[in-house]
Structure formats: C-alpha cells, structure tokens
C-alpha cells in the first residue's frame, strides 16, 4: 500500500492517488501545517511506496511526540515558545531555591541549570526535574500550603520548535474514556497545566465546581480546552495510530548503544556515507489517521527526536491464569459500567468477583455497592500493609475510599463465615484460575483453596503502557533490559535531567512511562526535554550560521 510522506524537493516524486478520498483531511492539515510553521510553500503532499529509502529529499521533521494527554500538551506548550520566568514579586518559601532563582532572574527556566536548581529538592517524585518544576507551580503543597505559583509566563515565538503531537482521541488522551462516575484523586488545582488554572476555566465555562476534587470528564475537558485557548491546535493531529517508529541509522556515537528497531540495508549505509555533513534523519514514524467513514489514511514522517508520552492505560494488567479470557472475566471499569446500565447484572443472585486493591478496584467497589451488586473482593496483600493506597489518603478529603477500607478490615471472610450479603473481601488471596461455569478457584496465604461462584470477574490490577510499535516493544530502554515497560517496577530509563532515554539518543520518554504518574509531576519532563532541544538547536543554528554544517532538516 502506497503511504504518503513529507518532502522538501517535490519534483519527480509524485504518484497515483488509489482514489480521491484517500487524501483526506490528514494530507490537507499537514500541508498547512508544514506551510504555516515551517515556511514552505507546500502545494500537494505527495505519496511515496514502502521501499522509499531515506538518501530521497525527505523533509525532517524536529520533534514528533507521540501522545496528546497532559504530557504531550504541556511538552507542545513549552515547545510553542512559552517561557517561565521568575515572578518579580515572588518569593519562594525555600529560600535557598529561592537565592538560586534570584542569581538569573532575567532568564527564563528553560535557559538555567536545572540539576543546579533542583538539587537538595525532596517531593514525590523520583525524577528532581519533576520535583522541581512542581515545587515553583505549587510551592509546599505536600504540606497542605496553596500557595500561589512563583512564576509567570511570556510568549516567546522565536523559541517555537516546529513539532507535531499525535494522539487517538481529541487532546486530553486517556482523561477522555476514564469512568465518569468517579472523582479524580488529585485536587482540581494540581491536574492544570501552565498559563490557565482549572478555576478560570471552570469560571470562563460556569462550571459549579463544589469541591476540590472534580470529575475526569471536567478534566478531559478543561484539557481539549487548553490546547485551543493556548493556540496549540495547529501542533496536533486527532484519530491517529502509531504502528511503527523505528531507527533508520546511526553515527558512530550510537554504535553502542542498544537497538530498538533497526532493519538497516546496504543502500541505507551507501546514503550514510554521502550525507555525512547532513542532519540525520534519526526515526521513520509510520501510521494511520482514521478516517470519518472508518477507512484509514496511512502516513509516514521522519523525525529528529521522538518524545513519547502514551502514558500507561494501553493494556490492563492480566492475572495470567487459566480462564482469564473467559467473556464473562473483564479488566475495564467501563465494560463493568456498560454491563451495568444494560441491565446485565440485574437481579443476578450470584455476586460480582472484584480483583484488586488499588482506587480503580475501590472505584468498581463502590460502583457495584451503590447499584446493590454484592461484592466478593479478592486481593493479595493484608489488609494493614502500610503500602495499600488508602493508607496515604486523608479521611476527610476520600471519604468514599476509606468506606471500601473500612468494609475490607471489617467484612473480611474467615474459615468459618458465609459471605456477607453486601460485600465479603479476601485479603492475602489469589486467583487461580476461572472456570467455564463461572467459578472462580482461590488460594490463601496458607495454601487453603476455595471455590466461589460469581456473576461477573473484574480483574483490576492496574495498566501497563503498550509500546508495540517500538521493537521488542520497547523492552530494551527500561531500567531491566528484556523486561516490559511498567510504570513502576521497570520504566524508561532516562537521564534525569534531559529526559533523554539513556539507551537510545533522540528518543524521549516523560510522564507515566518515567514513573510520573500524576499530573503535576508530569510537567518537569516537558521542562526537561524542552531544555534540552532548545540547547541543541540553538548550537544547530550556530553551525549552520557558521557554515560549517547543513542539511535537509528544520534549522
């Protein structure tokens, strides 16, 4: 099938079109796109077929970010050119952050030391970038201060590095198909991004926002919003799915670094050795948009860098037990809901079997209870484990959580006990194995088996972030080589400051796949990498301006 690809030289490379509504939007936008931000006069964006090589004139596109959740959206915000500054009338409450903050003033914090900044800074947050950042945009909060943040915000356009985000959904990612029922665990203030607090944007919408806790859908929303009001659209791309990013060559400063996908061909090393003096093309991004009719429109760009931020709710953490596919065993709080509302589990006299001890098998607790579903809650750990989520949680602020913890020290079952009409939990069991007829095979602590008979199983035991299109889907840059990528036993490793994988130049990784699973977090990634791509253009600009390099990439 033939794909179509973005060129600098377009003479002599055009082909036949397989009808005329394979173009699409997707051709249209990116013609703007490229034509508005970069400065050529595109007039039709041709096709190329797969065997392409890349020694062709084929225009390189900086930074491709693939994810448009907040971790895309603020990456694409400081990439559009906006710069934080120290508040002139601020003073930060860590007054040895606040000595260094005041030593540059005048520059931006993309353009400081950020290991300088951030050392000595503690927060929840292994990366200190993260821990920066937050502690400028919400000073002491772990503290219960609300603080107002020490910066502001200045629109600089000649700081703006032409990109592109890439994401399924509307701007927001995941925050678009999360149960709307619920509310997030974080307070409102801490889910925004820079330049626009959720309290305007509730205010400008008119939104009744009766506590500090909102509901996902606010969020989704206040996100899709962000990118408009901020003038980021023209940097995303909607209903596009990544099927391949893949290294097409290397310098000999990559030579031994390990490989995410490499299918290097002679003619590709004969083009390396003539366009020696040129800006590499470090990745082939390849893909489709979807369509309003359904039909796909495949694509492919060549990129820099590549900034991932898919963030960790790709694939749902599975039991890997016997029966686990079984129609009747889901792993989605929105199947569960689905069932709910079509009336499925409705006068059901068996009960709903619930894995998992973390908020969103607490979410599936309270769902089920207040639709009088009764529960059997099966977990591993005890249930005074210091580590168990609501442990960390305020009483007063999850009321709704702590009522599921309370039912889970109290309605446990023991040796002796039937279940409890409402709700019995098992501590320190696991699942063994689901049956045809709807059972469902337990084991204890101390080996003691136990079969239960059940309406519904909903295994939720977490997500894990799906990098198929990267080789070996990416089990060569976590922190254990050959292992999947999960968002705490073993993610992406990077340098801690720049964000860059440690195992792969140009490729990039922030928010959950970093370990940064909350949003507030998230930010300091896009802090990082920004900072490092700006320093990298700007000795860009300076070899070129010095004649001594060029190519056929973005200056």
Known sequence: MPVWCCRCSLAGHFRSYSGPETEGQLLNSFVQYFGDSLGRKIKRMPLIEETVLPGDSLLTLPVVIIGNGPSGICLSYLLSGYRPYLSPEAIHPNPILHTKLEEARHLSIVDQDLEYLSEGLEGRSSNPVAVLFDTLLHPDADFGYDYPPVLHWKLEQHHYIPHIVLGKGPPGGAWHSMEGSM??????????????????????????????????????????HYVKVMGLQKNFRDNVYITSV??????????????????????????????????????EVRGYQRATDGSHVPFCLFAENVALATGSFDSPGRLQVEGEDFPFVLHSMSDFGAAISKGKLRGKADPVLIVGAGLTAADAVLCAYNNNI?????????????????????KKLYPEYHKVYHMMCTQSHTVDSNLHPAYTSFPEHNVLSFKPEMKCVLQSASGLKKILKFSVALVLIGSHPNLFFLKDQGHSIGHHSNQPITCKGNPIEIDPYTYECTKE????????????????????????????????????????????????GVP
Not at 183 to 212: C, H, Q, V, Y
């Open 183 to 224: 509310l997030t665990i974080s307070f409102g203030d801490w889910m925004e991004l820079p330049g626009l607090t959720f309290k305007e944007w509730a205010a400008s919408k008119r939104r009744n926002i009766k506590s500090d806790r909102v509901m996902p859908e606010e969020i989704a929303r206040y996100y899709k």
């Open 246 to 283: 893949s290294r097409l060559y290397r310098g000999k400063d990559d030579e031994d670094r390990s490989q995410i996908n490499e299918n290097i061909s002679t003619q590709h090393l004969e083009v390396e050795d003539e366009q020696k003096s040129l800006i590499k093309r470090n990745w």
């Open 374 to 394: 009764p529960v059997i809650h099966v977990f591993r750990r005890r249930v005074t484990d210091t580590s168990l989520i609501f442990k960390q949680l305020p």
């Open 505 to 552: 130049a140009n490729l990039f990784a922030l928010g959950p796949l970093v370990g940064d699973n909350f949003v507030r977090f998230l930010k300091g990634g896009a802090l990082g990498i920004a900072r490092c791509l700006s320093i990298r253009q700007k000795k860009k600009h300076e070899l070129i301006e010095g004649g001594d390099g060029g190519g056929d």
